[in-house]
Nanobody
Framework: VQLQASGGGLVQAGSFLRLSCVTS??????MAWFRQAPGKDREFVSA????????LYANSVEGRFAVSRDNAKKTVWLQMNNLEPEDTAIYYC???????????????WGQGTEVTVSS
């Protein structure tokens, strides 16, 4: 399974970005977004199931970020609104069997896309 994330960039606080993740195959049911800021551990952001569309969010992004998917396009998006400098990180998409917050639950990872939010 290969994952390709894109859509990162440099934006001002309060702005928005939409990240995309295309998978080569829907081999697992859960797709997730994680992020890693400089000097910090990788943290869970959001996840979604291909079947049924159930979603999960980190408390820090709930209400600002929205995850969605298109099964036919094998694509997952992360709409990030009202961005804050604290959202600055490399964002990774991942695929796993279940939607979980632990990175160890995900078997396949993309290369990451960088998001920088200036104040």
């Amino acid at each position: 399974v290969q994952l390709q994330a894109s859509g990162g960039g440099l934006v001002q606080a309060g702005s928005f970005l939409r990240l995309s993740c295309v998978t080569s195959e829907r081999a697992t049911d859960a797709m997730a977004w994680f992020r890693q800021a400089p000097g910090k551990d990788r943290e869970f952001v959001s996840a979604i199931r291909w079947i049924g569309g159930r979603t999960l969010y980190a408390n820090s992004v709930e209400g600002r970020f929205a995850v969605s998917r298109d099964n036919a396009k094998k694509t997952v998006w992360l709409q990030m609104n009202n961005l804050e400098p604290e959202d600055t990180a490399i964002y990774y998409c991942a695929a796993g069997r279940f939607i979980r917050k632990a990175s160890s639950e995900y078997d396949f990872w993309g290369q990451g896309t960088e998001v920088t939010v200036s104040s």
